[in-house]
Nanobody
Framework: QVQLVESGGGLVQAGGSLRLSCAAS????????MGWFRQAPGKEREFVAA????????FYADSVKGRFTISRDNARNTVYLQMNSLKAEDTANYYC???????????????????WGQGTQVTLI
């Protein structure tokens, strides 16, 4: 059973930084793309960033490019999202995700991902 558990969210002032973590279990972590999405109240879930299984390719939404960095540690089965220069519009619940298929990158839509964590809230104050 695949489990994704996010952590690291919280309250932060505009301009500040946070690092989110997502611990994965139940499958071979080093063979899967990992993604981060976010959802603000009243809005649809949107793509934030993704990283392929070796970490050789990363993808970002235009709204976070240059401010957020996705990375992974396959030895720890963990993916990270370093968020710098945070803005009010970054307030959302952040979700970790992965597709069912191994060695596969399906793009930036939520439908390309099959497994989801419970989310961690990031709130700008």
């Amino acid at each position: 059973q695949v489990q994704l558990v996010e952590s690291g969210g919280g309250l932060v002032q505009a301009g500040g930084s946070l690092r989110l973590s997502c611990a994965a279990s139940g499958r071979t972590f080093s063979s899967v793309t990992m993604g981060w999405f976010r959802q603000a109240p009243g809005k649809e879930r949107e793509f934030v960033a993704a990283i392929t299984w070796t970490g050789s390719r990363t993808f970002y939404a235009d709204s976070v490019k240059g401010r957020f960095t996705i990375s992974r540690d396959n030895a720890r089965n963990t993916v990270y999202l370093q968020m710098n220069s945070l803005k009010a519009e970054d307030t959302a619940n952040y979700y970790c995700s992965s597709p069912r298929r191994s060695y596969y990158y399906g793009g930036t839509t939520a439908t390309a991902y099959d497994y989801w964590g419970q989310g961690t809230q990031v709130t700008l104050i």
